[in-house]
C-alpha cells in the first residue's frame, strides 16, 4: 500500500514519463495509485515481438487457457481463426485475462498468417511431422508467431504451407502429444523467455504503444456504471 508521498511521487514520474495527461486526468483521477502502478508494471513487460495464433480452436476452455497463459507471458495479441464452433472462451477459465489482450479474429488462416508476415513476422506452426524442429531450436532473432491448430486433426494442410516452419516439443514418454493449452504455455515459457534475452529493448512495447494501451486500460479499470459516466462527460468536453 502506497503512503500520500509514495502515490504523489508516482503519480509524477507517469507524468514526467508521458502516459498520463492532462486530457486523460478525469479518469486516471479516479483510480487508485496502487492500480495504476500494478497496470504500469505489468505494461512494461508487455510484448508484440511474440505472438499467437489459434487455428480451429473448438474447446471453450482450451480457447480460454491459450488466453490465460498468452496473457501470463506478458504476450499482447492473439490471432484467432475459428474452425466448426464459434470463439466463445470460457469465462471461468480466463479469470478475465483476456480483457488485457487484443484478441484478433480473421476470417481464414491465410489471412492471418499473410498479414503477420506483412508485419515482418515469421510464423513456426506446432507439427509432428517430418522436416519439424525441436521448440528450442526456434530462432528469436525476429518476430515470431507461433501457431497451434486443432484439438484433434492440428494445424491444417495449408497452414504448414505457408508457416515458415514447424516445431515440435520434445517429449520422452509414451504419449505423442500434449493438449494444446498445456502445449502453448510450454512453447510461450521457452520462447519468451530466449526473446527476452536475445532481442533486448525491441521486445518490449514503443513508447506511443504503451501509452495508447495504458489508457485502454484505464478505461477498462473503471466500473463499467463509472466508465458511461464518464465517456459521456469526454463526448460533451
Known sequence: MMDEKEAKAFIEQLQQEGLLTEAMRPVWQMIMPERLKRMYDVLNERTRYITIITEAVDDPHNQAAVLRSAEAFGLQDVYVVTGSAPFQPNPFVTRNADKWLTVQ?????????????????????????????????????????????????????EAIRLADGTFMIPMHGFVQSFNISVAAALTLYDVTERARRQAGEAYYLPFAEKKALYEQWMWQTLQPRLRRMMEMQFQKS
Open 105 to 157: 479474429q480473421k476470417k481464414d488462416i491465410q489471412t492471418a498468417i499473410q498479414q503477420l508476415k506483412e508485419s515482418g513476422y515469421q510464423v513456426f506452426a506446432s507439427y509432428l511431422g517430418e522436416g519439424t524442429i525441436p521448440l528450442q531450436a526456434i530462432d528469436v532473432s525476429r518476430p515470431t508467431a507461433l501457431l497451434f491448430g486443432n484439438e484433434h486433426r492440428g494445424v491444417s494442410d
